[in-house]
Nanobody, 116 residues
């Protein structure tokens, strides 16, 4: 059984920063892609950022230049550093991991609220 546990969400003023963490545990041999997605009320779940095991990153257009994704393969952990936050970044952020031979798993989500 695999678990993804997220932390680091909260309330921050516009222009501030937050750092999200997601740790995967369980019967994991290797994790291919890890990433973050977000879903605002009434909207679809959108890509925020992904990172391959080799460190290749991909970002959604709305967060490029403000957010940075990183990971530690040995710890099965991914982080999302969010700077220059805007009210439109308010959403539930979900961690995603594509695990070798097991497929995709999702975390429970962590709320990020940016006040204007």
């Amino acid at each position: 059984q695999v678990q993804l546990v997220e932390s680091g969400g909260g309330l921050v003023q516009a222009g501030g920063s937050l750092r999200l963490s997601c740790a995967a545990s369980g019967s994991i041999f290797s994790i291919n892609y890890m990433g973050w997605y977000r879903q605002a009320p009434g909207k679809q779940r959108d890509l925020v950022a992904t990172i391959t095991r080799g460190g290749i990153t991909n970002y959604g257009d709305s967060v490029k230049g403000r957010f940075t994704i990183s990971r530690d393969n040995a710890k099965n952990t991914v982080w999302l550093q969010m700077n220059s936050l805007k009210p439109e970044d308010t959403a539930v952020y979900y961690c995603n991991a594509n695990i070798y031979q097991l497929g995709p798993y999702w975390g429970q989500g962590t709320q990020v609220t940016v006040s204007s």
